[in-house]
């Protein structure tokens, strides 16, 4: 019976370490379909406010984001979860939780000002995803912070400096599930760290700078280049 309990534990680890494996993937599809939905919701098409009562009357729209700006109402509105377009209507003073698609049902309406700006990706996006379903990427994000907490031991930086990663950095989440506690493509055998893992100090100063670029790389030729990109995309 000892032999073959110790013959079993091997198999069992191996087991164990599939599962997780298995936990990661579905942990980091589930954050990255979060992050292509915020890439474009924050870079939407322009679209006419005709436009918009169009397709929303033609059930069409699913999803709008709105906030009052002086006397209009700047929209951002979606016809699927990656098809983003922002208008600008001064009539549509109210009722914006009440827009009604033909057959009684309700697109999902959300107000938030800090979605009207490229700038949103870098504060929190995991939070703030515009879609029905958007608490599946919070989940998300928050079960990979959990585990970052329960993990003892880690490879590529220490506790802090994940801590950062995962919330001043925004990628905290999708980099500590592709690389912790190995690399998500090396399998399941254990894998060396690297020779010189971060520490909190510089933690703190890559999230700073990662949050920093994804700040502004919507500004200038990097946001028209994006845009442009996502028109082509739009296109296909």
């Given at each position: 019976m000892r032999v073959r309990l110790y013959q079993e534990l091997p198999v069992t680890r191996q087991v164990d370490r599939l599962t997780a494996v298995f936990v990661r993937v579905v942990l980091l599809v589930v954050l990255l379909w979060g992050t292509l939905l915020a890439f474009f919701a924050a870079l939407p098409q322009e679209r006419s406010a005709a436009e918009f009562h169009a397709k929303l009357y033609a059930g069409q729209v699913s999803a709008v984001i709105y906030r009052h700006v002086d006397h209009d109402v700047d929209l951002r509105w979606s016809t699927s979860p990656f098809t983003w377009?922002?208008?600008?209507?001064?009539?549509?003073?109210?009722?914006?939780?009440?827009l009604v698609r033909p057959?009684?049902?309700?697109?999902?309406?959300?107000?938030?000002?800090?979605?009207?700006?490229?700038?949103?990706?870098?504060?929190?996006?995991?939070?703030?995803?515009?879609?029905?379903?958007?608490?599946?990427?919070?989940?998300?994000?928050?079960?990979?912070?959990?585990?970052?907490?329960?993990?003892k031991v880690h490879r590529v930086g220490n506790r802090w400096a994940w801590f950062w990663l995962f919330t001043f950095g925004q990628i905290g989440a999708v980099l500590y599930?592709?690389?912790?506690?190995?690399?998500?493509?090396?399998?399941?055998?254990?894998?060396?760290?690297?020779?010189?893992?971060?520490?909190?100090?510089?933690?703190?100063i890559l999230s700073f700078c990662v949050a920093a670029t994804i700040a502004v790389s919507f500004e200038g030729w990097l946001g028209s280049a994006a845009h442009a990109v996502v028109n082509v995309l739009a296109a296909l």
């Open positions: 377009y922002h208008s600008v209507d001064p009539n549509l003073k109210h009722g914006l939780t009440n057959g009684g049902t309700y697109p999902y309406v959300v107000g938030a000002k800090s979605l009207t700006h490229p700038r949103w990706l870098a504060a929190m996006w995991t939070l703030r995803v515009p879609d029905s379903f958007g608490w599946l990427v919070m989940l998300a994000w928050i079960i990979s912070f959990v585990m970052m907490l329960r993990t599930l592709l690389l912790e506690p190995r690399s998500l493509w090396w399998g399941v055998e254990p894998q060396e760290p690297p020779a010189n893992p971060l520490g909190g100090v510089r933690g703190i």
